[in-house]
Nanobody, 124 residues
Framework: QLVESGGGLVQPGGSLTLSCAAS????????VGWFRQAPGKEREGLAC????????YYTASVKGRFSIFRANADNTVNLQMNAVKPEDTAIYYC???????????????????WGQGTPVTVST
């Protein structure tokens, strides 16, 4: 089971850290991805950390602003979001037990385990 946390209201230009916690299994051997879905839009991949070499992939729209990293002691994979914009408003999901890759500067992946999501609102 995956559970996201850390979402909430943040002002434009601010920062937020989302956490993806696993229960029942250890995240360390698996690829983990972060995705989001805004109202009326399709789900999009944002960032992914690979399972074999911890290589990281970022979608172009968040590259340089978002950072994905493991916190193995806590069995979590976190997403640090900096310089957030109103268009970052969405439900954010993490996923694991699969694989990810970068295609046309977008993170894509196929995962078998998904969390329920945590909402992020960027607004004044």
């Amino acid at each position: 089971q995956l559970v996201e946390s850390g979402g909430g209201l943040v002002q434009p230009g601010g920062s937020l850290t989302l956490s993806c916690a696993a229960s029942g299994f250890t995240l360390e051997p698996y690829a983990v991805g972060w995705f989001r879905q805004a109202p009326g839009k399709e789900r999009e991949g944002l960032a992914c950390i690979n399972f074999s070499d911890d290589r990281k992939y970022y979608t172009a729209s968040v590259k340089g602003r978002f950072s994905i990293f493991r916190a193995n002691a806590d069995n979590t994979v976190n997403l640090q979001m900096n310089a957030v914009k109103p268009e970052d408003t969405a439900i954010y999901y993490c996923a694991s037990k699969g694989m990810c890759y970068l295609e046309n500067e977008k993170v894509e992946g196929v995962f078998g385990s998904w969390g329920q999501g945590t909402p992020v609102t960027v607004s004044t």
